[in-house]
């Protein structure tokens, strides 16, 4: 993270006035930045948020051995802080990461919050990203009575002349200034472009990715 970044960082949350518990400890939940699943939740105090602060990297304070730990050090799964809130009450914290390695629980899953009635299940993120998990299991998975398993095994020809179709559809409901037509076909588009990204092994990430930079 370069310097102006950092300060923006340190600016943005005052550590003196956060509302630590009686062990001094605040709650961090951690998500990733761009599709904002939940990765984790550690404990943090003021030296351990001031470290998040400094570096840019998590830094939480560990209970059961009295000391701090830099999430990743041995792993190599760092997280790269890129937003701090606290919530209204001052007493936890949200933290926006990149998460190197895209793992962040110890059992080498991606979120600690991947279990579910006991099965191992990705964990949610936002509507596009659970449907994108949906389109690549399609993908890799093929089930002949599936539409979207069609679209892919169309291959280019037939996904491009959905989108295209999906496009024009997108521009009329536009024009006739209908709200519910214009969701439901920027739905299809979106829908459809999805499908396009799996067929070519491009991640939705990388899509966010470079949103985040030209917001930037």
């Known amino acids: 993270m370069s310097s102006p970044e950092l300060h923006l960082l340190q600016s943005a949350i005052p550590v003196e006035k956060i509302r630590y518990d009686d062990q001094g400890l605040v709650p961090a939940i951690v998500q990733d930045y761009l599709d904002g699943t939940v990765l984790m939740m550690a404990w943090m105090n003021q030296e351990s948020l001031q470290k998040t602060l400094e570096t840019g990297e998590t830094w939480f304070w560990s209970r059961s051995r009295q000391e701090f730990w830099h999430k990743g050090a041995t792993s190599g799964h760092i997280q790269k802080v890129q937003t701090i809130r606290y919530d209204c009450d001052s007493d936890a914290l ?17 979120s600690c919050f991947h279990q579910v009635d006991g099965k191992v299940t990705p964990p949610p993120g936002d509507m596009l990203s659970q449907l994108f998990q949906v389109i690549c299991d399609r993908r890799d998975h093929p089930n002949e009575s599936s539409y979207t398993c069609k679209l892919l095994a169309g291959g280019d020809n037939k996904i491009l002349k959905k989108i295209g179709e999906e496009s024009a559809e997108v521009v009329m409901a536009c024009k006739d200034d209908d709200a519910d037509a214009i969701a439901g076909e920027v739905a299809d588009l979106f829908y459809h472009t999805l499908v396009a990204l799996a067929h070519h092994q491009v991640d939705l990430k990388a899509v966010y990715r470079k949103l985040q930079e030209r917001r930037k």
């Open 94 to 110: 949200l933290i926006g990461v990149e998460q190197l390695g895209d793992i962040a629980c110890h059992t080498g899953e991606r």
